[in-house]
């Protein structure tokens, strides 16, 4: 079993986009995969087709209880069924928020999701975590949680510059709490190849870190098909399955699994 973290401090690089069309690749391979919605705002849990606010629980629940210790909820609990046999989801919504300031007083707080995953390891062949746009205990919990860490990285100037701020937090976590942290590659995401500007900055993102971190092959253009998937509650891979961007996450999917095997 694999637990991945798809996180970027940068909102708007395609993590959610990322996590659920990777979803939907492995579970094409036959593996079975629980998706983890771990950001306020509620994206992934959205793009899925639930609504937020009508949950009656969440991971929320579940953090807290492990916080509280009075084992009243367990991520069996509060796990849903995406209506795909091998992919599961534990949802969202704004309570999440709240969670920055109860893991703050937390004993060993950065482990609070590691110990919620606990339960359910051998239930999956992945676990994908959706992170918020933030360095925080949130995201701070998910990668002391992961065996890896995926980074969609936009192919624009000022999203390759943040990168760097990424990486320290991740040697951190690694040299401070998580010692099998991994990188698991980075993924150029809203790609276009047509225009000098997206070519130069997946270039100079592969001399500057391409010697240390792995650069998927895959990279993910530019398209409304990504923008028309969530409001139908589908993947890219379902909404449009013979498209480029459907490819894409394909051959993605192919390297991930490349990787464990």
Request: proline content about 4%; some cysteine; aromatic content about 6%.
């Amino acid at each position: 079993m694999s637990v991945i973290c798809i996180a970027n401090q940068k909102g708007g690089v395609g993590k959610t986009t990322t996590a659920a069309a990777l979803a939907e690749g492995l579970s094409e391979h036959k593996k079975r995969v629980l998706l983890i919605d771990w950001d306020p705002q509620a994206s992934l849990t959205i793009s899925l087709g639930f609504n937020p606010d009508s949950l009656k629980l969440t991971g929320y629940d579940v953090l807290t209880s492990i916080i509280r210790n009075n084992g009243r909820y367990s991520l069996r609990d509060v796990t849903l069924n995406t209506g795909k046999p091998d992919i599961d989801l534990v949802p969202a919504n704004v309570e999440l928020s709240q969670a920055q300031l109860d893991l703050v007083n937390a004993f060993t707080r950065e482990l609070v999701l590691k110990e919620m995953l606990q339960s359910v390891r051998n239930d999956y062949d992945y676990i994908l975590l959706d992170c918020l746009p933030s360095l925080g205990l949130l995201t701070i919990n998910a990668l002391s949680a992961s065996d890896s860490v995926l980074i969609p990285l936009q192919a624009d100037f000022l999203a390759m510059k943040g990168l760097a701020m990424l990486l320290t937090t991740i040697i951190t976590v690694k040299e401070k709490i998580n010692p099998s942290l991994e990188i698991l590659g980075i993924l150029f995401t809203m790609t276009n190849s047509r225009t000098l500007h997206s070519r130069e900055v997946m270039e100079v993102t592969k001399k500057a870190f391409g010697d240390r971190i792995r650069v998927f092959d895959a990279s993910i253009p530019t398209s409304v098909r990504f923008k028309e998937a969530p409001a139908a509650g589908m993947s890219i891979l379902n909404y449009a399955p013979n498209s480029e961007g459907a490819d894409a996450y394909r051959l993605l999917t192919k390297e991930v699994l490349h990787e464990k095997s």
